[in-house]
């Protein structure tokens, strides 16, 4: 089974900002999500607004995302 599960940065969708948060602060989100989600294995994918806004498409070939 393929989940796919979408989180927002502060300052993005409906979150409100928040000064001086680092990479870091970003990764220990996503712990806590997974954690909370109790997943034993998950993937990551990032995608930036540029990207999409250039027409650029991730494709997936059946085992990984490119």
Known sequence: MIRFDKSDSPG???LSEMK???????ADDIEQLVNHLQLDTFALLGVSFAT???GVQPRFDGHTIH
Do not use: S
């Open 20 to 26: 001086n948060r680092t990479l870091r602060d970003h």
């Open 12 to 14: 993005f969708g409906v």
């Open 52 to 54: 999409a806004r250039h």
